[in-house]
Nanobody, 119 residues
Framework: QVQLVESGGGLVQPGGSLRLSCAVS????????MGWHRQAPGKQRELVAS???????NYADSVKGRFTISRDNAKNTVYLQMNSLKPEDTAVYYC?????????????WGQGTQVTVSS
């Protein structure tokens, strides 16, 4: 089995910062990309940021310049540094990973961590 364990969520004031972590363990194959999505109440889940095994990153327009995604390949861990947080960043944040063995690809999800931005 594969486990994605997220941590780092919480309550923060507008303008504050949080750092999310997602550690992947278990029977993981070769990781193609790692990323973060979020889902706010009443809204669809949306991509926040992703990073490939080669380090290429992709961000939602709404977080560009404020959020930074990074990964530690040796630890199979992905991070999301969130700065200048806004109330509209409030959501459950989900880590996801795509791995591959031969032609078979899997997309795996974490359980989610709550981020609340409020004064």
């Amino acid at each position: 089995q594969v486990q994605l364990v997220e941590s780092g969520g919480g309550l923060v004031q507008p303008g504050g910062s949080l750092r999310l972590s997602c550690a992947v363990s278990g029977n993981i194959f070769s990781i193609n990309f790692m990323g973060w999505h979020r889902q706010a109440p009443g809204k669809q889940r949306e991509l926040v940021a992703s990073i490939t095994s080669g380090g290429r990153t992709n961000y939602a327009d709404s977080v560009k310049g404020r959020f930074t995604i990074s990964r530690d390949n040796a630890k199979n861990t992905v991070y999301l540094q969130m700065n200048s947080l806004k109330p509209e960043d409030t959501a459950v944040y989900y880590c996801n990973v795509e791995d591959q063995i031969g032609p078979v690809r899997r997309v795996l999800w974490g359980q989610g961590t709550q981020v609340t931005v409020s004064s």
